[in-house]
């Protein structure tokens, strides 16, 4: 098991940007796809967006494509989500989770066994 912990969230204005960063210990995140996901009041929780071990098979959510992007630096243990042209209805908490393997289908969020605390992300209009 990994241990993850978010941070970035805040406050921000509709057209404004954010970076969320995971930092992960306990183990080398070199053999682990993660990926973001979120949950806003009322809904369930969503994938946001995925990365396999080595960078590569990225995927997005439909609604964050072309305005949210994922990396990682496996060196520093960290992953990254690049949030530009916020909306309203990015409002929500942002988890990232690990999957002990390189890369699986990012959807199903059983593959996932550590979990971060998560962190709020409020985008006014």
């Known amino acids: 098991q990994v241990q993850l912990v978010e941070s970035g969230g805040g406050l921000v204005q509709a057209g404004g940007s954010l970076r969320l960063s995971c930092a992960v210990s306990?183990?080398?995140?070199?053999?682990?796809?993660v990926a973001w996901f979120r949950q806003a009041p009322g809904k369930e929780r969503e994938f946001v967006a995925g990365?396999?071990?080595?960078?590569?098979?990225?995927d997005y959510a439909d609604s964050v494509k072309g305005r949210f992007t994922i990396s990682r630096d496996n060196a520093k243990n960290t992953v990254y989500l690049q949030m530009n042209s916020l909306k309203p209805e990015d409002t929500a908490v942002y988890y990232c989770?690990?999957?002990?393997?390189?890369?699986?289908?990012?959807?199903?969020?059983?593959?996932?066994?550590?979990w971060g605390q998560g962190t709020q992300v409020t985008v006014s209009s």
């Open positions: 989770a690990a999957d002990n393997m390189p890369f699986r289908n990012y959807n199903v969020q059983t593959y996932f066994g550590s």
């Open positions: 306990g183990r080398t995140l070199y053999h682990y796809a």
């Open positions: 990365i396999g071990w080595n960078g590569g098979n990225t």
